[in-house]
T-cell receptor, first 113, second 114 residues
Framework: NAGVTQTPKFQVLKTGQSMTLQCAQD?????MSWYRQDPGMGLRLIHY???????DQGEVPNGYNVSRSTTEDFPLRLLSAAPSQTSVYFC????????????FGEGSRLTVL | EDQVTQSPEALRLQEGESSSLNCSYT??????LFWYRQDPGKGPEFLFT???AGEEKEKERLKATLTKKESFLHITAPKPEDSATYLC???????????????FGTGTRLQVTL
């Protein structure tokens, strides 16, 4: 099993550009989420989803959109990139019961110039 | 608003020198507390889930405990390969009414030297 797969691993954008970070999981997990990790700030929740068609905002949702059309995929869209969105982004999934915790992808390092 | 505070921010130990990491939390409707290990450039790796006060879990040199307000990660006789950032997170009811929100602390950076 691949687990949680994120693409791309690295990306450089110019201010104002848009892009989508892809996330796919093959564990049939209902719960999926996106976090950003910045030095000294820890992991902060951007958006999460408890199943196909259901999404909710986390701690830092501004500037990001998500959708969940299938159980497997949970893409994160940056509408108009800003330097403040330079960060490492992690996608994670778990079963709704959560006993095994979150399974994380390897991360996507985004730089906005 | 759910809050998770970890201390210390950084800890340097000599090999074999046991210690504890702290995770204090304020959350409405705790559904679980998680510990993760994160190596540089990698995603966090799951270690333990704790559900109720008094519960303990062990794995090799690590032991996690839980009270109503905090959790401890005890490291016994650590080795250099235990060097990593250790993250604590709490699972609580989300806006949709299900257990769907996980809030992380900022982590403790552990360095174990020879």
């Amino acid at each position: 099993n691949a687990g949680v797969t994120q693409t791309p691993k690295f990306q450089v954008l110019k201010t104002g550009q848009s892009m989508t970070l892809q996330c796919a999981q093959d564990m049939n997990h209902e719960y999926m989420s996106w976090y950003r990790q910045d030095p000294g700030m820890g992991l902060r929740l951007i958006h999460y989803s408890v199943g196909a068609g259901i999404t909710d905002q986390g701690e830092v949702p501004n500037g990001y959109n998500v959708s969940r059309s299938t159980t497997e995929d949970f893409p994160l869209r940056l509408l108009s990139a800003a330097p403040s969105q330079t960060s490492v982004y992690f996608c994670a999934s778990m079963s709704n019961w959560g006993a095994s915790g979150l399974f994380f992808g390897e991360g996507s390092r985004l730089t906005v110039l | 608003e759910d809050q998770v505070t970890q201390s210390p921010e950084a800890l340097r130990l000599q090999e074999g020198e046991s210690s504890s990491l702290n995770c204090s939390y304020t959350v409405s409707g705790l559904r679980g507390l998680f510990w993760y290990r994160q190596d540089p450039g990698k995603g966090p790796e799951f270690l333990f889930t704790l559900y109720s006060a008094g519960e303990e879990k062990e794995k090799e040199r690590l032991k996690a405990t839980l009270t109503k307000k905090e959790s401890f990660l005890h490291i016994t006789a650590p080795k250099p390969e235990d060097s990593a950032t250790y993250l604590c997170a709490v699972l609580s009811r989300g806006n949709t009414g299900t257990a769907s929100k996980l809030t992380f602390g900022t982590g403790t950076r552990l360095q174990v030297t020879l």
